[in-house]
Structures are given as C-alpha cells and as structure tokens.
C-alpha cells in the first residue's frame, strides 16, 4: 500500500523558513517524480513543484520560485520541500504527491502538512 | 485566480448524471491531453479519477468518464450516488513543463 506521511508543518512568520519532509513507502520511491501541491484555505488546488527521480529535472511555480527549494534522498525515500522567505499568502496544507516518470498527473497523495505564515 | 476555469458547484439527484467543465486555453488542456481528475472528501486525501483526458486507474468505477474537445475537459459522473458527494478538481499540463489545477467544483447529491 503506497504511504505519503508528510511533517514539518507549523506556524511561521512572514519572513520566516521551514523544511516540510514526505516519507515515502509502498512503492518503488527511486524509480517515482514527486511533487509538492497545495491548498490554501478555502481555496483550490495548486501545483507548486516537481522533482525527477534521480533529481535531474526539478520544476517550480513562479508563485514559489527563488524561495522555495525542493529535494529529495532516494536512500531514505523522502522528499522535503525548504521554504524560505515565508509569505501570509503561503498558508496552506502542503501536500505530498506521486508523479510517475515520464506522466502528466498525480496519482498518489498524503493527508498534507499545514503551514501557517502568521505573525 | 485558477488557470483552468470551473463551475463552482453542480448537483443531481442519486441516479442521474452530471458533467463538469474545465475549460482552459491553448497552451494547457487545448495543447494537450493531459488532462486529469481529481476526487476529494474534505479532510481526506484527494484520489485521482481520471487521467489523459479518458484513462480510468485501476479501482476507479467505470461510472467516471472523461473527454475533450477543443479548450474544455469534461468530467461524467453516471448513476450518481451519495458517495459521490465531493470536491473535483480538473488538472492539465501547461506549456512550459507547469501544471496547473482548476478551481475546483462542489457536487451536491441531492
């Protein structure tokens, strides 16, 4: 059964940084893209980065780039998300998805991890 | 502001069956078919119904049904039923290696 079981979520100041972690298991987690999607509250969903499997390829939305910074460590199947330079409008429950290579949809997602940016 | 754009609620009566949009532009669903759908009861994780425009994952009721033609993706939910009640979410990929998501359409069995 594929696990998503993300962490490292809280409340942060506008300005402030936090590293959300996914540990991955169930599946083949070297051989999977994994992505970061988010949800503000009340509000839609929205894509906010991807990354290849052997972290070649690594992708983010303009919303998030240049603060945000996505990795991940095959040897312990998880993928982490650095946020830095925190914004209000960062709120949201940050999900952790699958991605299989080479495709175009998500099809596997954890509960989220929810990051407040309040002072 | 969604990049795909979505009614913001539909409903039917247990049996019947609805459609939902998602309508985008050239350069995501319109270029593309790489449409999916997304399925999600509030507080739990989302599941992903539908992928490539028409392609149901295994486990998915044949109940689910996509399609496209030009800028707008559909979503078909045959023979409603309570537990259909949920949020949907259409999703496309974007020119540019992006992906994008709609705003997301409330279905109310009634």
């Known amino acids: 059964e594929v696990q998503l079981v993300e962490s490292g979520g809280g409340l942060v100041q506008p300005g402030g940084s936090l590293r959300l972690s996914c540990a991955a298991s169930?599946?083949?987690?070297?051989?999977?893209?994994m992505a970061w999607v988010r949800q503000p509250p009340g509000k839609g969903l929205e894509w906010v980065s991807a990354?290849?499997?052997?972290?070649?390829?690594?992708y983010y939305a303009d919303s998030v780039k240049g603060r945000f910074t996505i990795s991940r460590d095959n040897s312990k199947s998880t993928l982490y998300l650095q946020i830095n330079s925190l914004r209000a409008e960062d709120t949201a429950l940050y999900y952790c998805?699958?991605?299989?290579?080479?495709?175009?949809?998500?099809?596997?997602w954890g509960q989220g991890t929810l990051v407040t940016g309040s002072s | 502001h969604s990049a795909l754009t979505q009614p913001a609620s539909v409903s039917g009566a247990p049996g019947q069956s609805i459609t939902i949009s998602c309508t985008g532009t050239?350069?995501?669903?319109?270029?593309?078919?790489?449409v999916s759908w997304y399925q999600h009861h509030p507080g739990k994780a989302p599941k992903l119904m539908i992928y490539d425009v028409s392609q149901r994952p295994s486990g998915v009721s044949d109940r689910f049904s996509g399609s496209k033609s030009g800028y707008t993706a559909s979503l078909t939910i045959s023979g409603l039923q309570a537990e259909d009640e949920a949020d949907y979410y259409c999703?496309?990929?974007?020119?540019?290696?992006?992906?994008?998501f709609g705003g997301g359409t409330k279905l109310t069995v009634l």
């Open positions: 999703s496309s990929y974007r020119i540019g290696i992006t992906w994008e």
């Open positions: 050239s350069i995501d669903v319109g270029g593309y078919n790489y």
């Open positions: 169930g599946f083949a987690f070297n051989y999977y893209a």
């Open positions: 998805v699958t991605k299989p290579a080479g495709q175009n949809y998500f099809d596997y």
């Open positions: 990354i290849s499997a052997g972290s070649e390829n690594i």
